[in-house]
């Protein structure tokens, strides 16, 4: 169902994100292991880096996950319609009802 809005009402993938971070755990904690009992510091120590920081991903997508619906809705979540009151004004309704510029959401409709 396409309703124009779908950048306001995208769906993330967190649950995508949550396996593919746990997927770059379980490898760089392999290298840093594997890096470390062949002595080479500097590919365990870029390991480390990359295990931290899919470790903090993991937090961040388990935090949003744990947000409810309104962040992440299932499938039985419709899409709805984004909230307006970040200061935009709203197309005026033109003759034809459907709003300045014929329903176009740009400054000009592009006719003379």
Known sequence: ?????????ARS????????SLWGVLWTLFGLVAFSL??????????????????LDLCV?????????HYQPG????PYEPEHDDGRPRPEPGP????????????S???P
Do not use: F
């Open 1 to 9: 169902m396409r309703t124009g809005s779908e950048p306001a009402t």
């Open 13 to 20: 993938p967190l649950r995508m994100r949550l396996w593919l």
């Open 38 to 55: 062949t002595g080479r510091p500097g590919w365990a120590a870029a390991c480390a880096v990359v295990l931290l920081l899919a470790i």
């Open 61 to 69: 997508i388990t935090y949003r996950m744990r947000q409810g619906p």
């Open 75 to 78: 499938r039985d979540v419709p």
């Open 96 to 107: 034809d009802r459907r709003g300045r510029n014929g329903g176009w959401a740009g400054p």
């Open 109 to 111: 409709s592009g006719h």
